[in-house]
């Protein structure tokens, strides 16, 4: 390459360089509010933000072909990495420099103070056999169940993770000492997380369903159906019965029904369904039911060939309240004491669906054509107008879908100036600071919620206590340099990519890009990451995986800690990562490939 190009190249990094240097000037007052061991991280996030604020796809192309670094892998080291480029590109040019000795002491700085020793302090010492922990959501099971931790152990699980939106203080406190009974014993190391509720906005109650049951019979292979099997039980007898099958009806007597027998009925669709009797116990009929079924209170079993008198169906519970919405339907949006309802087409006037909302400070934020989404992206909807001093919303569908009460409402277009920390949450911190050694601040936004949890911290002198800022709106993405900034003023600290959240404020088709950038400033920020929500989520839950999330656990080796959440087969989720992280960390460390020996280079495999 001709000497004017390797100069314009060496132009534009030295100007870059400059730049960098010039942003941390600008963020001086910043960086010195932040502890000296933490302040070159900080430094570097920095640095970065001022890189990043150019497009240097063209200088990349022509650094390649030099031979020399793209700028591609800057994160660990910023400034380093231009100086070394820049020597680089003076030894092309055959003039003296430098910069490759100050780039050398500069890396050196790194392994004194990087990443892999802030992830220590946040999430404990890594295994030995892999450098990403894991974390594992604990299930309710965990607060009774002592045995339950120490398979959680066992497993190779390092942090656990409790849900302070779940469950109570009685059984956080036995979750955290069950699990760090069962580490004592098998001589582990186990930090403990608990993540505060936050503000998060649900739809408040619903007006109760019928009463009516709906028995679904899936289609099998072809025409085939698998039946379902019920219980019949009689007055007083539910509790067995509910034992005994899925689903359970009630009926005034249960006669003299013998096994084989058919029952007849029309359910309240019309259909003509039959029953076919498989077992009789003494409080409990068991039923074969081949096909789907509609029941309700009165409906009468009439036993084949006059075999008895017919049965009753008894009393039933009432159904899970649903709000059914199509797009171009509107929805008035109200208050926590909203008692949710269906359209009136009937009334006069006719009033439209209502549902309420938890935290009624959205209502008034909410500005004509936000989008406003349910149950994590399910339902869309856009603001229409306001309806004056009710100080309701009311929306305009766009996509339709069922709404259920205690369902996730999102605002992403929206700006709420409401306290990261609830009431709630204050009162779980009084247990978190006894009893855990991170907290979690859910949908962390600016930095003043980080000042916030500082404050409260420092009030139960629990300074030293680790802090995980989880990312789960698209203001908490678009303010995270300032978040890190903030949150690194009292370490350790470390951020989480909540990406069931995420996903829905800033779009699924931009999750991966997202969570790609986060990762990014935090490797600048030299802050550790948990890359969490849905991980092997299927493994979890059936025991079976899908090829996309293996994939997906594969890319979590990018991320400092992996978050797996409750389900039956937990842990063998847990030493199913365990053995993928461990084989994709000799291909890969962050964005760099570890180019190890391939056996299948040789014809070989190694499986």
């Excluded at 001589?187 to 009463?211: E, F, Q, W, Y």
């Excluded at 009162?427 to 991170?438: G, P, Y």
């Excluded at 960390?585 to 962050?590: G, L, R």
Aim: charged share 20%; with cysteine.
């Amino acid at each position: 390459m001709s000497d004017p190009a390797i100069a314009a190249c060496r132009d534009q990094v030295a100007t870059l360089l400059s730049e960098a240097r010039a942003l941390a000037e600008h963020y001086a007052p910043q960086l010195h509010a932040i502890a000296a061991p933490y302040r070159p991280g900080a430094a570097n996030l920095v640095h970065y933000l001022a890189i990043r604020r150019h497009d240097i796809r063209h200088l990349q192309m022509r650094l390649a072909a030099m031979g020399l670094s793209s700028l591609g892998r800057m994160e660990a080291d910023v400034e380093g990495t231009l100086i070394a480029v820049l020597g680089a590109l003076d030894s092309l040019a055959g003039a003296p420099s430098k910069t490759q000795l100050r780039a050398a002491e500069s890396t050196q700085s790194v392994d004194n103070l990087g990443l892999s020793a802030q992830a220590a302090l946040v999430f404990g010492p890594p295994a030995a056999h892999r450098r990403t922990s894991i974390m594992v959501t604990l299930p309710s099971q965990a607060a009774t169940d002592p045995a339950w931790a120490k398979d959680f152990v066992a497993s190779g699980a390092q942090v656990a993770r409790i849900n302070c939106a779940h469950d109570g203080p009685k059984q956080w406190i036995a979750m955290a000492a069950h699990i760090r009974a069962a580490a004592a014993e098998a001589g582990a190391h186990c930090k403990i997380l608990m993540d505060l509720c936050g503000p998060k906005i649900r739809t408040a109650a619903l007006s109760p369903g019928p009463r009516t049951l709906r028995i679904k019979v899936k289609r099998g292979s072809g025409p085939m159906r698998r039946p379902v099997i019920a219980a019949l039980f009689a007055p007083g007898s539910r509790a067995n019965a509910e034992r005994r099958a899925p689903h359970a009806i009630p009926v005034d007597q249960l006669g003299r029904l013998a096994a084989g027998q058919i029952l007849q009925l029309t359910d309240l669709r019309g259909k003509e369904r039959t029953l076919v009797v498989r077992e009789v116990r003494k409080s409990v009929v068991l039923v074969e039911i081949p096909r789907t079924v509609v029941l309700i209170a009165g409906l009468t079993l009439i036993p084949s060939e006059g075999a008895g008198p017919p049965l009753v169906v008894g009393e039933l519970p009432q159904t899970r309240a649903t709000l059914l919405l199509a797009a171009g339907d509107v929805l008035r949006l109200a208050g926590p004491d909203c008692l949710g309802q269906p359209a009136q087409v009937d009334a006069q006037p006719p009033t439209p669906a209502s549902v309420g909302c938890t935290l009624p400070e959205v209502l008034p934020a909410l500005q004509l054509g936000q989008r406003v989404l349910f149950d994590d992206g399910k339902v869309h909807a856009r603001v229409e107008r306001a309806m004056g001093d009710s100080g309701d919303v009311l929306l305009r569908i766009t996509r339709g879908g069922k709404i259920r009460q205690n369902k996730g409402i999102n605002t992403p277009e929206t700006q709420l100036d409401i306290p990261a920390l609830a009431p709630a949450d204050l009162r779980a911190l009084d247990v978190v600071v006894e009893h855990a050694d991170i907290v979690g601040l859910s949908f962390a936004r600016d930095p003043a919620d980080v000042a916030q949890l500082h404050r409260e911290l420092a009030a139960r002198t629990r300074r030293e206590m680790g802090t995980i800022l989880k990312i789960e709106t698209a203001r908490g993405f678009a303010q995270l340099p300032d978040l890190l900034l903030a949150g690194l003023q009292r370490p350790p600290l470390g951020v989480m990519v909540a990406r069931g959240d995420l996903a829905v404020e800033v779009g699924f088709d931009r999750m991966a890009e997202v969570q790609e950038e986060i990762l990014w400033l935090c490797e600048a920020a030299r802050v550790p990451v948990i890359w969490a929500t849905e991980v092997l989520q299927q493994l979890t839950k059936t025991g079976i995986p899908t090829r996309a999330e293996v994939t997906d656990a594969a890319m979590s080796g990018q991320a400092e800690c992996v978050m797996l959440n409750k389900g039956p087969f937990v842990f063998d989720s847990v030493r199913f990562l365990d053995n993928v992280l461990r084989r994709m960390e000799d291909h890969h460390h962050k964005k760099t490939p570890m180019l190890r020996r391939l056996k299948v280079s040789e014809g070989q495999w190694r499986g």
